[in-house]
């Protein structure tokens, strides 16, 4: 399964999640770059720690 981090950004929710699963991390409103390069960075490692397989999205 490739798994890939995407953004979403819409009327109840901005940020990234995972294309296959439930994972998702909610963006912050950031006052700078470097704040909004920090959360990047963060929500990366995060989405590559997590496992798709206990939140699947209907793959059965």
Do not use: Y
């Given at each position: 399964m490739?798994?890939?981090l ?5 009327d109840?929710?901005?940020?990234w999640?995972?294309?296959h699963?439930?994972?998702?991390m909610t963006?912050?409103?950031?006052e700078s770059?470097v704040?909004a390069?920090?959360?990047n ?19 059965a």
């Amino acid at each position: 399964m490739n798994k890939h981090l995407i953004w979403i950004d819409g009327d109840d929710f901005s940020g990234w999640c995972c294309s296959h699963c439930t994972w998702g991390m909610t963006a912050p409103r950031l006052e700078s770059t470097v704040a909004a390069l920090t959360f990047n960075r963060v929500a990366q490692e995060d989405f590559e720690k997590h496992a798709c397989v206990h939140n699947a999205q209907g793959d059965a």
